[in-house]
């Protein structure tokens, strides 16, 4: 019998979650991952919302699936039909999608234009709508994701229990009142989510499905906080990934090799024994979970979020390249969702701070990615090699920045000014 899928996914949680070891109380997510396999070296393709869900469901980087930018700012893919339901559905299954998608613009029925059988519901009440789903679910083998708005700001109200004086604030960011202020509301939101992530669990398990099920339970990119999200450090491409199910993916297992959202579909068609779609870019990770192959490197990529910001990494176990497209001498603060974090840095001076064109970091000795090596002459060769890996993966994909000064946005697409908003889309958000 083939397995069911059950993607679940949120919104910003990056790897704050406790089975990562952080202050955050989630025990779903920790029950899951002493079941399951836990990827401590997981990584999104795109630290942006659409362009992140995009890469993992087809299974192909953003400058080649053509999610570029935010579905609801214009943004969509060249080819709806290379979305894993359709090839799941040639094998028998059906699907359904509770809450959240992100990867279609918001036309009457988005989840139509992706392809679902069936949508059932609001990212509000996705926990619920999932566990009816769950309690009368279909004969054939299912695909059903189920997205949560949950870590995304605005936070809720933090919890009585949650102090802002006993928090720990992310790092790259500085131990203050407002930092600290700020974790304690997002702490309750990664609560939140814990909770509904925990009703669809046990329904899951109540209708008796766990052992037949593949759990994907992962996030977008990195939490909403700034030098995270939206960028290329791996404070920004870090993503929890917890995995349970059929195919080797049990037993309470932590998996240290370096891990990527393309790698998911292919993971996908090895577990149900088809196929792959020639437009595949990810590898299976059936084989490193059995311990007989481990990658050697894994890219990343910006685009568009509110604003333009063209920038390319590759990463190896030590090392990582981060490459920017646009020379520009101030950051792209439209691109860094607002918050009491991003006041302090602004404050303190952060629009005045020029960022880098390119950057090289020895991972470590310096895990936070704060000591750029690309202009020192003891690291030229590693800086040589990992230009040369770069321009390769660019090549092998063919990526618009190799022979393009920009990467285009569609006509329709709603792109801020990225030094500030223009009058055009002053109505459009800008944290998505």
Not at 42 to 58: G, H, I, M, Q
Request: net charge negative; glycine share 6%; hydrophobic share 35%.
């Amino acid at each position: 019998m083939k397995p069911n899928i059950l993607y679940i996914h949120s919104h910003d949680t990056g790897r704050y979650i406790q089975p990562y070891g952080h202050a955050v109380s989630t025990p779903n997510m920790q029950g899951l991952a002493e079941f399951g396999v836990l990827f401590r070296q997981a990584f999104c393709a795109n630290p942006t919302c659409s362009p992140s869900r995009a890469c993992l469901l087809t299974g192909q980087y953003a400058h080649s699936n053509g999610m570029l930018g935010l579905s609801h700012r214009g943004f969509s893919l060249n080819d709806y039909s290379r979305h894993i339901i359709h090839t799941l559905k040639k094998e028998g299954y059906t699907s359904a999608l509770a809450g959240i998608q992100h990867i279609a613009p918001k036309a009457e029925e988005p989840w139509k234009v992706i392809g679902y059988d069936k949508y059932l519901g609001e990212p509000m009440t996705a926990h619920t709508t999932a566990c009816e789903y769950l309690d009368n679910a279909p004969e054939a083998p299912f695909f059903l994701s189920v997205g949560f708005s949950e870590t995304h700001r605005p936070f809720p109200e933090k919890h009585p229990s949650c102090n802002p004086n006993y928090c720990m604030p992310p790092a790259p960011l500085p131990d203050t009142p407002e930092t600290r202020e700020d974790m304690a509301y997002g702490i309750e939101s990664a609560r939140i989510l814990d909770e509904k992530i925990g009703m669809v669990l046990s329904a899951l398990e109540r209708n008796g499905m766990e052992n037949n099920t593949l759990v994907i339970c992962t996030t977008d990119h990195g939490i909403a906080f700034p030098g995270m999200k939206c960028n290329l450090t791996d404070s920004g491409i870090g993503v929890m990934l917890i995995m349970r199910g059929p195919g080797g993916f049990r037993g309470g297992k932590v998996c240290d090799s370096m891990i990527s959202h393309v790698d998911i579909f292919p993971t996908i068609c090895d577990l149900i024994g088809i196929q792959k779609p020639e437009w595949l870019q990810g590898e299976s990770i059936i084989p490193v979970i059995n311990g007989k192959s481990e990658r050697e490197e894994i890219f990343a990529e910006v685009n568009y979020h509110a604003a333009y910001e063209p920038k390319r990494c590759v990463r190896t176990k030590r090392w990582k390249y981060i490459r920017r497209y646009d020379r520009r001498t101030r950051p792209v603060l439209p691109n860094c969702d607002d918050s009491y974090s991003k006041t302090l840095w602004m404050d303190s001076g952060w629009a005045d701070r020029p960022p880098f064109e390119e950057a090289l970091f020895d991972l470590v000795f310096d895990p936070h990615e704060a000591n750029n090596l690309a202009h020192n002459s003891k690291s030229r060769d590693v800086l040589l090699d990992m230009r040369a890996r770069l321009e390769k993966w660019m090549r092998n994909t063919d990526d618009p920045l190799l022979t393009n000064d920009a990467v285009p946005a569609p006509d329709s697409a709603m792109v801020n000014d990225p030094d500030g908003i223009s009058p055009r889309e002053k109505e459009m958000p800008v944290n998505a």
